[in-house]
Nanobody
């Protein structure tokens, strides 16, 4: 059984920074991409960022582009999210995810349904 465990969430003032980490454990698997999604109260889960190991390509939602940076280690199935210039609208539970299927095009990895394993989530709260 695969487990993804996030850490690093918390409370921060607007304009501040937080760094999230996600590590896989349990059954060995090979991922093609890992990503971060978030869900705010009363809203649907939305894509934040992903990293595709082939070419180490990254992609971001427009709402976080220029403020968030995703990185990771494919050999360890580990992914990080550096979040800068945080705003109250970034408040949400952040989930990491790992996908095992390879897709040539980035837009497949924007869809939550294309990811196979999920973490339990970590709360990020940004106060104004």
């Amino acid at each position: 059984q695969v487990q993804l465990v996030e850490s690093g969430g918390g409370l921060v003032q607007a304009g501040g920074s937080l760094s999230l980490s996600c590590a896989a454990s349990g059954q060995t698997f090979s991922s093609s991409a890992m990503g971060w999604f978030r869900q705010a109260p009363g809203k649907e889960r939305e894509f934040v960022a992903h990293i595709r190991w082939s070419g180490a390509s990254t992609y971001y939602a427009d709402s976080v582009k220029g403020r968030f940076t995703i990185s990771g280690d494919s050999a360890k199935n580990t992914v990080y999210l550096q979040m800068n210039s945080l705003q109250p609208e970034d408040t949400a539970v952040y989930y990491c995810a790992a996908g095992t299927r390879y897709y040539r095009f980035y837009y497949y990895y924007i869809q939550a349904s294309q990811f196979d394993y999920w973490g339990q989530g970590t709360q990020v709260t940004v106060s104004s």
